[in-house]
């Protein structure tokens, strides 16, 4: 059972670009969470996803970001228009139900340019 | 709001030393806790969750505890080793809905 897959693991953006980080959950699977690790910083929940619905999105900032996790293929989140300050790494987790224990991915990371 | 504490933000120990690590937390209400190891660059490992009910769990060298009504969690590192050397995180689950909320962390380094 492979684990939980992201992509890119390194991505170089322009100020002003979009960003799409794309995570897999493991098989099985249909809760995904998205974490944002700023440099110097700890991990801060963003958004948690079931299939087609976004169930809590409380962590997200309001403008910019957007996430969907489609009945077919992997989670997205999506950065519009990138900012310097969005440079960081960004982690998915999955896990077989809401109070189950959360397996991360390798986490992608983002420098904004 | 619940805010999770670790410390020490670093701890050196010689090889062959027992870790120990804190966690603390500010709202006794958590459904699970869970206990993380990150490499640099790298994602995170799960180790250890101790479900509300738990008082501990353990994994080989590894011994988590849990005490709700004071709002702390303690991991311990038996024989520690180089390879051990890593941040560890916590994270209490606080809602139904499956949010993990993170301490900092405790940079740990095992020297040989």
């Known amino acids: 059972n492979a684990g939980v897959m992201q992509n890119p693991r390194h991505l170089v953006r322009r100020r002003g670009q979009e960003a799409r980080l794309r995570c897999s959950p493991m098989?099985?699977?249909?809760?995904v969470y998205w974490y944002r690790q700023l440099p110097e910083e700890g991990l801060k929940f963003m958004v948690y996803l079931q299939k087609e619905n976004i169930i809590d999105e409380s962590g997200m900032p309001k403008e910019r970001f957007s996430a969907e996790f489609p009945k077919e293929g992997p989670s997205i989140l999506r950065i519009q228009q990138v900012v310097r300050g969005d440079s960081a790494a960004y982690f998915c987790?999955?896990?077989?139900?809401?109070?189950?224990?959360?397996?991360f991915g390798p986490g992608t990371r983002l420098t904004v340019t | 709001k619940q805010e999770v504490t670790q410390i020490p933000a670093a701890l050196s120990v010689p090889e062959g030393e027992n870790l120990v690590l804190n966690c603390s937390f500010t709202d006794s209400a958590i459904y699970n806790l869970q206990w993380f190891r990150q490499d640099p660059g790298k994602g995170l490992t799960s180790l250890l969750l101790i479900q509300s009910s738990q008082r501990e769990q353990t994994s080989g060298r590894l011994n988590a505890s849990l005490d709700k009504s004071s709002g702390r969690s303690t991991l311990y590192i038996a024989a520690s080793q180089p390879g051990d050397s890593a941040t560890y995180l916590c994270a209490v689950l606080t809602d139904s809905w499956g949010k993990l909320q993170f301490g900092a962390g405790t940079q740990v380094v095992v020297t040989p």
């Open positions: 987790a999955s896990s077989p139900s809401n109070d189950y224990e959360q397996y």
């Open positions: 098989k099985g699977h249909s809760h």
